[in-house]
C-alpha cells in the first residue's frame, strides 16, 4: 500500500490527514502475528532535498507546484512497487501519479465517485483543481501539469467508466455528454466492463467513498453499511474482466 497524505500539496492537512489517520489505527488494531505488508509514505521532502543537492530552488512555489512534486514522488513509488498497488490518498488528482508509475499505454479507467471530476478551468464553478482530476487525466486541460508529472499520454476517453456519479456541475455534465467517456450506474457495470475489455488489457480502479449514497445506509447504524446485496456481485464482476493495475481508495 502507498499512502498520500496531501491536500492540494500541503501534508497532513484537511481530507489529506486521512491515509494517515487510517494507517495508524489500521497499525494499531491488526493483530501483532498478522503482518499487515508494506506501506510506503509518499513525501515530497525527497524531491525537495534533491533540488537542494542540485542548486536548485528547493520546494514548491504554488499549488500547482506541490500538485506536481507529490505526484512525481508517488509515481515513483508506484513504479518501484513489485505488484498492483493500492494507493491510499485524500485527493482525486493522485490519479495522475498513479498513472503515470504504470506507465502503459493499454489501461481502462473504472472511477466510482459521487462527482465527475471532469471539469476544466473553463467549466468549474469553484475553480478547484479537485474537480478536474478525471478531466487532466484524459487531456481535456492542464497538460503541462500532467506531463510534468510525467504521464506524457492521456487515457483515451472511450477507456473511461464514470460509475455511480450523481453531482455534476452544468457545463461538467455538457462535457461528458459530448465526451466518449461512459457514464453509468451499477446496473449496467458487468456489460460496460465486458465491452472495456475489449479496448482495455488492464484497469485503473478508482474509489473515492463519497460515491456511497448514505441514504441506503441502515437506519441507525453508525458505520453506514449497505443494505445492496449485490455489491459483492460486482467486486466480483471487476475482479473477472480486465487486470486491475492500481486501485485508488480516496478518503474524502
Not at 73 to 90: E, F, K, M, N, T
Not at 130 to 147: D, K, N, Q, V, Y
Not at 163 to 176: C, G, K, Q
Not at 220 to 226: E, K, L, S
Request: net charge neutral; aromatic share 2%; glycine share 10%.
Amino acid at each position: 500500500m502507498i499512502a498520500v497524505p496531501y491536500h492540494l500539496g500541503r501534508r497532513d492537512v484537511e481530507v489529506g490527514r486521512g491515509p494517515t489517520v487510517i494507517c495508524k489505527v489500521g497499525q494499531a488494531v491488526l493483530p501483532a502475528s498478522r503482518p499487515s505488508g508494506r506501506l510506503v509514505f509518499v513525501d515530497y521532502e525527497e524531491s525537495r532535498q534533491e533540488s537542494r543537492l542540485a542548486g536548485k530552488t528547493a520546494g514548491p512555489t504554488s499549488e500547482l507546484d506541490g500538485i506536481a512534486a507529490v505526484n512525481t514522488q508517488l509515481a515513483r513509488a508506484v513504479s518501484a512497487h513489485p505488484g498492483p498497488p493500492i494507493i491510499l490518498a485524500g485527493n482525486c488528482n493522485s490519479c495522475l501519479g498513479t498513472l503515470a508509475g504504470l506507465s502503459r499505454d493499454d489501461l481502462g479507467i473504472v472511477w466510482f465517485d459521487a462527482h465527475g471530476d471532469f471539469n476544466t478551468p473553463e467549466t468549474s464553478i469553484s475553480g478547484s483543481i479537485e474537480g478536474m482530476s478525471l478531466a487532466i487525466a484524459t487531456g481535456s486541460c492542464h497538460g503541462e501539469l500532467r506531463e510534468r508529472i510525467g504521464l506524457a499520454r492521456p487515457v483515451p476517453e472511450a477507456n473511461v467508466l464514470l460509475v455511480a456519479t450523481r453531482n455534476l456541475d452544468p457545463n461538467e455534465s455538457v462535457r461528458l455528454e459530448r465526451s466518449a467517456v461512459s457514464l453509468i450506474g451499477l446496473e449496467t457495470l458487468p456489460a460496460a466492463l465486458e465491452a472495456l475489455a475489449s479496448r482495455a488489457r488492464a484497469v485503473y480502479l478508482h474509489l473515492d467513498i463519497d460515491v456511497l449514497d448514505p441514504r441506503a445506509a441502515l437506519p441507525g447504524d453508525p458505520h453506514g453499511r449497505r443494505r445492496n446485496p449485490d455489491r459483492r456481485r460486482h467486486d466480483r464482476e471487476l475482479q473477472s474482466r480486465p487486470r486491475s493495475r492500481g486501485s485508488h481508495p480516496e478518503d474524502r
